[in-house]
């Protein structure tokens, strides 16, 4: 369901939140990791989200989550220390940066 490299100044624009504040910004992100990870349930799947959505915006997160670590290798520890299960693909070989 996404969460790398959210810009928060971008949710100043936006009509609801109008706010670039994370404290501001961090439950509308939750209702909507909420919700969706329910529709990837439903469908049988297995909800993943990447390193951020733990370690910068401290969401809460179904244990059955798995959280891609991509940054830093010490940020595997910090996933699962905080019980998450981790796919670990270190941009360091493989980022593909196309904007």
Known sequence: TGGDEIKAFAYNNDETIKSGD???IRPYLQK????AHQLVREAGL???VWEEMVLDWGLEL???VIVQTWQ???NVNAVVSKGYKT???NYYYFYLDCG
């Open 22 to 24: 994370k404290e501001v």
């Open 32 to 35: 909507f990791l909420d919700y």
């Open 46 to 48: 297995t909800p993943m």
């Open 62 to 64: 179904g244990k059955d």
């Open 72 to 74: 830093e290798s010490s």
């Open 87 to 89: 796919l670990v693909g």
